[in-house]
Every structure is written in structure tokens, then in C-alpha cells.
């Protein structure tokens, strides 16, 4: 009954600024806000003039500068502040969440600042209402218009028939291969350790008003494909930067794209697979970047699709995560019912043909304080690309932590499925009792909350799955608090060895943050060892087969040079402050070479004989480039380079927990 009464006093004060979403305006912004056709654009051959700042420019620099705690933190503010009406069945009016996520970002904007939420929207900064629309809507500010391809100068003078993939040196998807060792060959690499003192930049290209570059480059066949924070998939030449097309998705990539061959669909050879942030996946011409299917894995707004999807065998396995732990404690939510999932949808005609979710499905438990109902059995979320193993007929993949009490115990774990049927063959749980939703540690708490928050200790990393020298199979993954751990296979992931990586020091074993100071995105492998970056910064080796200590690699703290001191004295000093640097980001490896890459922007090379550094760089800067679109680098936390054919590509800026904001494509080579 608190509920309901609560709503009667709501309808005097907010009902009117409900129904303003509704009706007309309402239908006129969802058709607007879909792509135009849903095709590629294909630059037409004739030169353009470099691009001048636009509006939309302008005003997605105003949202740059007034990002201060990432984009994640929209769908925080809309948890607390706009439930109250969207997705409250009691005020029926009101646009369901998943529709305002339909909608363009300057239509929610516009409507705090200026239109009929503004009442709403005066409670807010002007940051929070940006990065409110950026995440809802799954793209930036005035990145729609900015980003096609055909406001870009540098467009390919022609576009020759796409090369067999086999035949050329590629780094195709996430992992380089099904089994996410994330190592290239020295053929393939066209590099070697003597080469990689000698990396210059040779070109960069901008992503119009984007500020994260978090999607994982693949070079197939040539070309550059990649997906952005802004919502276009890009095709470019590996050699030169210029563009070849780009393909508006209805939300925000992060995903790496994979590319394979496809039949049945007419002159279409090769397909390119992705997933978005409103969970829908893509298959995609990759010789032209017409639409070929789309298919919406799931109609629950919190749920989306950041990993990359795996594709084998004809199937395209696609990893689902939701947004519902970031803040999910407002009494105005219904906590909590997302679920992590693997769904296998058929790659030549998009048709689902099995989803399977890791946790059991949401039952209500109680109502919270203010009357709102709260669910049970949630969570477990599939941060990576399932590793694929065709010799058990078994994908592998980890999971997340959990949002309701009880926890299910295939959370915060390593799984194997039946890639046929999608059938669970077995989990190795890590941490138990791991129920975690963001702002219940602190004032902020709420019952909403669970009674002991947990660590979040999600398996972020997708396992690298070896076969040593003995012929035995291993699986490797590392966890949050600082383990590398080797399982069986064969043995329904029975562990073979734990190696603590990352001691928990003495006193903190129950600080939050000391046990968040190991692994999240992943590492490579050789034949010998595995290697990984660690999120209080440095790289670690290890061997496949023991888990015995190689070598540790420290990565130096980033310097900030602040005001001079002047000293009792009268003398001087240039003060210097260092801070941690995160090394959080999937490591990628050649022969002789691992890299990785920091929350400052820095990329490294080391030497996998003892770890020393061979060669660095600082993408943490502005750039000119090839495409004339003003870009600078920032944080790099998440992925890793792609490898091949003589270069190294990356992106730089990651701003989705964080302001060290980016929009820019590297792509070095030995000069």
C-alpha cells in the first residue's frame, strides 16, 4: 500500500511531465530514431573539404568536458531518479524504459533541458543529464549525423573484391582464434621482437564526438573492422587508413567483430558478427556493409551485449550482461532481474536456434520499503567471447556475480556448454555468496540492497583453453582478487593449480577495493606460458602447465607535475605526484613479445624471455587524422591490440567508469 499511495501524490506533481513522453511526440521520436534504411554508406569517390565544427560538435565537446565519473553513471541516475514513472506499472503512461532507449540521445536531452522533463531535469547537472541520454540511447550526442562515412574525406578510391581471409594475415574477433589465446604466429604478426623498438605511429582515425574507443580492432583480409561508442561500424584499410564504409547500429559497439564466410545470401561471401548495447545482433556484408539480419536477443531494457560473439560451425554464439549492478539500490527499482545468457542464432539467416541463461529465472521474494517489488535469481552475466572447443563439443565462458539473494551458485563462475544444445555440462564456481549491486556499501545503501554486498568478483576474462606438451587440455582464467587458476576439461573443471598473483595485503582481507586488484579483461598464451595484466598495474608470466611464477614485469606510476613549491628556504621545487596505473587490459601477444596497455594511455611492449620493457607508447594525446576528425586518446582499459600483417592497432579512451575519455584508432608499423 505504500506504493500505491505514494503514487496519488505522484500524479499531482509528475503525471503531466509522464504523459508528455507519451502519444505523438512519443511515436514521432521513435521513427526518427531509427537508422535511415539500415544500410551502409558508402563514401562517394569524390574529395571533401576537411570537416569545420559543427553544432552537434560543439555540443558533444560540451558532454566531453562535463564527463567526470564515466557514462556508466546514466544508467545510475536514471535508476534514481526517473523509475519513479518509467517502468512503474502504476503509472501506465509513462514511456517504458526500453522505449526512451529507442530514442535519440538529443531527444532525451532536449527534453530534460528544455522540454517537458525539465522539471525532472533541473535536479540534475548538466553531465548527468548527458551521460544519462549517452547511455540510454547507446551513442553520444551528435554523433548520429557526424559519424556516417560520408562526411569523411578519406574514403577509398575503390573497393576491390574482399580477399579470402585464410589467405592473408588476419586478427579476427576477440581472441584470434576459438580458443582465446590472443597470440599471433610470426608469419601472421610479420613482426618480430627486433621490429618493435622500431613501432611508429603511421596513421590515426577519429571517431566523430565519441569518448570511448573500446572496440577491439579485427584485420581481415586487409582491412580494419571495428565497432565504436557512437554507433557506426567502420571497414578501413589496414595500410592507409582510408575508409571504405561505415553501418549505423541502433546502439553503442564494444564488441569485437568477427569475421567468416557465409552462403545463402546471394553474392554475400564473408558476414561480419557483433552484438550492441540494447542487445541486438548483426550480421553485416563485410564487403560493403549492407544490413544482412538483425536479430534483438532480449527485450529487457537493463540487458546488453559488451563481449564479443563467437561464431563456428555456422552458428553465432552471442555472450548477454546487463547494467542492473551498477546502481540498482533506488527504492524506485525493481531489483533485480537481469540474467547473463549464451544464445546460438544461426549465422546465414539470424534465426535463434537456442538461449540458454546461466542463472534459474527472476521469482518475486518481497516488496522494499517503499512498496516495490523485489526479485530473486539474478545476474551472472557473460562479460566475454565463449572460447570454443570442437574437439568436447563444448564452449567455454566466465560469469558474474550475482544482484538478489540467494545467490545462485553458477555465479562469479567458469562454464561449459553444450555447444549443440546449449545444454550447462558443468561450472567451477570461485567465489560463493557473491551478491553485489553499486551503491550499497556507504550512506547510499537502501533495502533494496543485499544484506552482505559482495566483493564483485565477476570472471570478466574469456579462458584460454591450451593443450601442452603431454597432450592434456587445460583452461586458464584469472580472477578480481589476484588468481590465476588452471582447470580440467575433461574432468568437469576439477582445478589442476591456483597461483595467487596478487597477495591481499595484511589487514585489508575485508577492504572491498584489495580484492579488486587482480585480473578483469583477460591475457595470451604461447606454448609454454600465460601472461597477464594486472589491475594494480604490472605484468605477470606464468607456466601452462604448474602455474609456477615466471617473472613480474612492474609498469611505472603515471607522473602529474603540480604547482611549484616554494621552500622555507626560498628555494623551489617542482612538485611531482605518481599514481597507480591499471593494467586491466586484455594482454595480446607475438613470439618473444606480450603488450599491454594502462588506464594512463600507455601501451607497452615486453619481452617474454624475462620481462623487460622493449618499447612504449603514449596514446594519451591529440591527434591528426586521416579521416579530419578531431580526436585525442585516453585510457585504454579494457582491450587489447589487434596484430598483423606488419602492424598494431588499437584504440584509445575509455570513459564508461572514468574521465579519461577517447575517440581515436591507432595503427603503428616499424619505421
Known sequence: MKRSA????LAAT??????AWAGTPRAQALQSSSPPAAQPSAPPQSSQAPRTTSPTQVQAQAATANLSQGTETGIATFLQHCMICHGNPAVPRAPAPDTIRQMSPERIYEALTTGVMKPQGDSLSDGQKKMLATFLSGRPLGSAQEGDANSMPNHCPSNPPLADPSADPDWNGWGNGPSNTRFQSAAAAGLTPGDVPKLKLKWAFGYPDGLSAFGPPSVVSGRVFVGTDIGYIYSVDAQTGCVYWSYQTKGSVRTAITVAPVTGLGATKYAAYFGD??????????QTGKELWVTRISQNFIE????????????????????EEFSASSLDYSCCTSRGAIAAIDAGTGKL???TYTVPPPQPSRKNSKGVQQYISSGGSVWNAPTIDPKRRALYFGTGDGQSEPVPDTTDSVMAMNMDT?????????TAHDSF?????GPTRTDNCPAVNGPDQDIGNSPILKTLADGKSVLVFGTKNGHVIAVDPDNKGAVLWDTQVVPVPKGQENSFAAQLNGIVWGGAADDDNVYYGLQSSGVVALKLATGEKVWFCPIPMTPHPGAPRTNPDGTVTNVVTFSRVSNSAAATMMPGVVFVAGSDGMLHAVATSDGHILWEYNTAQPYDTVNKV?????AINSIGPAIAGGMIFIGSGYAVVGSNSGNVLLAFSPQ
Open 353 to 355: 536456434l537456442w538461449e
Open 437 to 441: 549491486v553499486g551503491g550499497c556499501n
Open 6 to 9: 505514494r503514487v496519488v501524490v
Open 14 to 19: 509528475a503525471f503531466a511531465f509522464c504523459l
Open 422 to 430: 546449449g545444454e550447462i555440462l558443468w561450472h567451477h564456481q570461485v
Open 304 to 323: 546488453r551485449i559488451t563481449a564479443a560473439p563467437s561464431v563456428y560451425g555456422g552458428r553465432v554464439y552471442v555472450p548477454l550482461s546487463n547494467s
Open 277 to 286: 548495447a540494447h542487445a541486438y545482433a548483426y550480421a553485416i556484408d563485410a
Open 630 to 634: 578531431p580526436a585525442h586518446g585516453g
